[in-house]
């Protein structure tokens, strides 16, 4: 019996509604995180991508450093955090805009040649079936960046040493701090990805200098510039609190699927679309596509 799309799907963290550009990143003292981490993304991505996709994309907040990309796909479980994004950059056709759920991707197979996750896996309670479809989506040679919270970082190991405070550091096991957030042992996560088959090449150790000290001390783009020449040299150490790793699907790259989508009720390849509907002809299935947003999360009853 084919089970495609009736797999129970992981408890999700919905940030519909949510105001995370305006609580999390305007004028909230995280330009510098901001900024480190743009050095890293512009380091490890590649020069050229033929369909890339943003997972768990938000607002589009780094949306403009796929610039010299051919094909865009930004997707998140949060429309209204998606309308945002759509409101910036839905002028340019290149930009594809898709309400979905990492745990069971809307697309087919071999259907990008570079995925992007940042500031996502911490959220996530399953990463390793995540990853799954990462590994699904991408093409042979295909490239995942992808960043998580290090919980053996070192302000993470110093509090624990000395105050005995936190969780130790230093064990495998993912940290959940507060519900459906978690900080991820580097080693844990670099396990994954070698068993799910991707071949890691690069690693960023990021946002080292998040002290709030230096940030009241020194100008968010000095720290940040900073930040990026400390990024290499202090990757082997893992002490960072954000890590930026580069890895691949082995092998030559592969052509891509021309189907973007596959039906995520039963996994068909290929939907129909015609005047905001799409449906899926294997299943019957129908989405809305509205304001320039393909709606994967919530299905039009039939
Ligand atoms: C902390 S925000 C980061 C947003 C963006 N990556 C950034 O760095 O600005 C986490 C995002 O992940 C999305 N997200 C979390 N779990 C998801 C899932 N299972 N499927 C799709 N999106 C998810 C949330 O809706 C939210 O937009
Ligand atoms: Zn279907």
Redesign the pocket.
């Known amino acids: 019996m084919c089970l495609a799309g009736q797999d129970r799907v992981p408890v ?4 519909e509604g949510s105001q ?1 550009r305006a609580e ?1 990143w305007e004028g909230q003292g995280r330009e510098y995180e901001n900024a480190a981490e743009r050095i890293a993304l512009r380091h490890l991505l590649p020069r050229t991508s033929r369909r890339m996709v ?6 589009g ?2 949306a403009d450093l796929y610039a010299p990309y051919e094909q865009v796909v930004l ?4 429309r209204s ?1 998606l309308e945002d994004a759509q409101q910036r950059w839905g002028h340019d056709p290149r930009f594809v805009f898709v309400v ?4 069971d991707l809307p697309f087919a197979d071999s259907a990008f040649d570079t995925t992007v ?4 896996l911490h ?2 309670v399953e990463p390793q079936r ?1 990853l799954h479809e990462m590994r699904r989506i991408l093409t042979g040679g295909g490239e995942l960046i992808l960043e998580y919270a290090n919980k053996r970082n070192l302000k993470a190991i110093l509090r624990y040493l000395l105050q005995r405070r936190g969780a130790n550091p230093f064990s495998l096991e993912p940290w959940e701090f507060v519900p459906l957030n978690f900080d991820f042992h580097p080693r844990h996560v670099e396990g994954l990805l070698g068993e799910i088959g991707f071949v890691l090449h690069q690693r960023r150790s990021v946002s080292i200098l998040r002290l709030p000290a230096l940030k009241r001390l020194l100008p968010a783009s000095l720290l940040a510039r900073l930040d990026g020449f400390l990024q290499v040299p202090t990757a082997p150490l893992r002490l960072g609190p954000s890590i930026f790793v580069r890895v691949t699907v082995p092998g030559e790259r592969g052509e891509l699927t021309p189907s973007l989508f596959r039906c995520p009720s039963c996994h068909a390849v290929g939907l129909q679309e015609d005047g905001g509907v799409v449906w899926c002809a294997a299943c019957g299935q129908h989405w809305s596509r509205r304001d320039g947003i393909y709606d994967f999360k919530n299905p039009l009853t039939r």
Request: charge should be negative; proline fraction near 0%; hydrophobic fraction near 45%.
């Open positions: 999700t963290i919905d940030y995370y999390f943003e997972l768990g994309a938000g607002f907040r780094l997707l998140d479980y949060s955090l979905g759920n990492i745990y996750m940042v500031r996502v959220h996530l995540a």
